[in-house]
């Protein structure tokens, strides 16, 4: 199949019911749906309406989204929603991108317990910038900070990680003047990292002291206490990736950022080059290397690729965007208020137009002309076609 009209749909269409039965019994309910999910987006299954021009009379049909939040083709529309709600919380100062980054020792656990791991991941990395950036030392300030889960690689293996937007200062422990970072500089990296990988560790230690880890397969001897902290002792010593990136070029910069990462899925359609039945070749990036080396594809067996994908299926129900410090949700308005108060700073224009909903209407593409909904269809249901002339003439002679 050609790369321009490939999807990860097609791909599940086609060999999805082929990995269901082969790993009976290893794919759980929550991939299961989500597959089931994005093999029907967009088709007859979920329903959908017939448009017609008022100008021309052209007909098409469209189908129902499933919304599911791992599908490639829904989460474009979702992106746009939520950055139409965070283009208020815009601030005029720079912005900084920074990462936190597991080690392999704790990605293993991590996959096998996401809910609580995940979640300490989050935890631990907040605290880690909120403390740093209150020392006198270094900000001394009080940080808002925006989190998002990612946990693929290029290649779609499980590499768990946490990006940070993070506005350029923070509000003074008297909240009564705003405490600029240096231009090019927010907080040093390795003094996070020092602190994360501490933080982290004591968090997952607790988890396993109060029985809230699992094990399985090669991980099962890590159930018990010594096993555990013997596994962890490597990951106590080596340094912890935290990276921080140059401040972005202007509020449009982050938001440009913002729609590629916060609803980024683990691969997106554009990546997919080729599938023929047997494998699935996609487009890959190595973050290691730098020029035209960083960029190469990858060929991957078809259940090897629908493996990986839902290796990043989350928890019902999991938060992968939060929100701390300054813009945690219970006084961001007021938080926001204040810091553009003491930077003289004028109301934010919201100049963009409300985001559109995945079915929204879009102008008739013979002549531009207004589209209306004439029919609605509900699942596994095929619309009805347009009344033809002979029809008309029947129903006018009866």
């Given at each position: 199949?050609?790369?321009?009209?490939?999807?990860?749909?097609?791909?599940?269409?086609?060999?999805?019911?082929?990995?269901?039965?082969?790993?009976?019994?290893?794919?759980?309910?929550?991939?299961?749906?989500?597959?089931?999910?994005?093999?029907?987006?967009?088709?007859?299954?979920?329903?959908?309406?017939?448009?017609?021009?008022?100008?021309?009379?052209?007909?098409?049909?469209?189908?129902?989204?499933?919304?599911?939040?791992?599908?490639?083709?829904?989460?474009?529309?979702?992106?746009r929603?939520?950055?139409?709600?965070?283009e208020?919380?815009?601030?005029?100062?720079?912005?900084?991108?920074?990462?936190?980054?597991?080690?392999?020792?704790?990605?293993?656990?991590?996959?096998?317990?996401?809910?609580?791991?995940?979640?300490?991941?989050?935890?631990?990395?907040?605290?880690?910038?909120?403390?740093?950036?209150a020392?006198?030392?270094?900000?001394?300030?009080?940080?808002?900070?925006?989190?998002?889960?990612?946990?693929?690689?290029?290649?779609?293996?499980?590499?768990?990680?946490?990006?940070?937007?993070?506005?350029?200062?923070?509000?003074?422990?008297?909240?009564?003047?705003?405490?600029?970072?240096?231009?090019?500089?927010?907080?040093?990296?390795?003094?996070?990292?020092?602190?994360?990988?501490?933080?982290?560790?004591?968090?997952?230690?607790?988890?396993?002291?109060?029985?809230?880890?699992?094990?399985?397969?090669?991980?099962?001897?890590?159930?018990?206490?010594?096993?555990?902290?013997?596994?962890?002792?490597?990951?106590?010593?080596?340094?912890?990736?935290?990276?921080?990136?140059?401040?972005?070029?202007?509020?449009?910069?982050?938001?440009?950022?913002?729609?590629?990462?916060?609803?980024?899925?683990?691969?997106?359609?554009?990546?997919?080059?080729?599938?023929?039945?047997?494998?699935?070749?996609?487009?890959?990036?190595?973050?290691?290397?730098?020029?035209?080396?960083?960029?190469?594809?990858?060929?991957?067996?078809?259940?090897?690729?629908i493996?990986r994908?839902?290796?990043?299926?989350?928890?019902?129900?999991?938060?992968?965007?939060?929100?701390y410090?300054?813009?945690?949700?219970?006084?961001?308005?007021?938080?926001?208020?204040?810091?553009r108060?003491?930077?003289?700073?004028?109301?934010p224009?919201?100049?963009?137009?409300?985001a559109?909903?995945?079915?929204?209407?879009?102008?008739?593409?013979?002549?531009?002309?207004?589209?209306?909904?004439?029919?609605?269809?509900?699942?596994?249901?095929?619309?009805?076609?347009?009344?033809?002339?002979?029809?008309?003439?029947?129903?006018?002679?009866?």
């Open positions: 199949m050609p790369a321009s009209t490939l999807e990860v749909a097609d791909i599940f269409r086609a060999a999805g019911a082929g990995y269901r039965a082969a790993q009976a019994g290893h794919v759980s309910l929550a991939q299961l749906k989500v597959m089931a999910a994005i093999e029907t987006c967009r088709t007859a299954a979920l329903g959908g309406h017939v448009e017609a021009c008022d100008g021309c009379g052209h007909r098409r049909i469209a189908y129902n989204s499933c919304r599911d939040r791992h599908c490639p083709k829904c989460q474009g529309a979702a992106a929603t939520w950055l139409a709600e965070r208020a919380d815009l601030l005029p100062v720079g912005y900084f991108h920074v990462v936190f980054t597991l080690p392999t020792q704790v990605a293993a656990i991590a996959f096998q317990n996401k809910a609580a791991v995940y979640d300490l991941l989050f935890r631990a990395a907040s605290e880690t910038m909120q403390t740093i950036a020392d006198p030392k270094h900000l001394g300030a009080k940080i808002g900070l925006t989190a998002v889960l990612h946990t693929w690689g290029s290649a779609l293996t499980h590499h768990p990680h946490v990006h940070m937007i993070v506005p350029g200062g923070g509000l003074s422990p008297d909240g009564a003047r705003w405490v600029s970072s240096r231009p090019a500089f927010l907080l040093p990296v390795r003094v996070l990292a020092k602190l994360f990988r501490r933080l982290f560790l004591v968090g997952l230690s607790a988890l396993h002291a109060a029985g809230r880890l699992v094990f399985f397969g090669g991980l099962a001897p890590l159930a018990e206490r010594q096993a555990f902290l013997r596994h962890l002792s490597p990951a106590r010593t080596k340094r912890w990736v935290v990276y921080a990136k140059a401040p972005f070029a202007g509020p449009a910069a982050v938001l440009a950022y913002l729609s590629r990462y916060t609803h980024r899925v683990a691969i997106s359609n554009r990546r997919l080059v080729a599938f023929d039945g047997a494998g699935v070749t996609f487009r890959t990036k190595d973050y290691r290397r730098d020029g035209p080396e960083r960029y190469g594809i990858t060929t991957l067996g078809t259940d090897e690729f493996r994908f839902l290796l990043h299926v989350l928890p019902k129900g999991f938060h992968r965007i939060r929100h410090g300054l813009l945690a949700s219970t006084g961001r308005r007021a938080n926001l208020a204040r810091i108060n003491l930077l003289a700073a004028p109301p224009v919201i100049s963009r137009e409300p559109l909903s995945p079915n929204r209407l879009t102008p008739c593409r013979c002549c531009g002309g207004r589209m209306t909904v004439v029919e609605i269809f509900g699942r596994f249901m095929q619309p009805r076609g347009p009344p033809t002339a002979s029809a008309s003439t029947r129903m006018r002679a009866t």
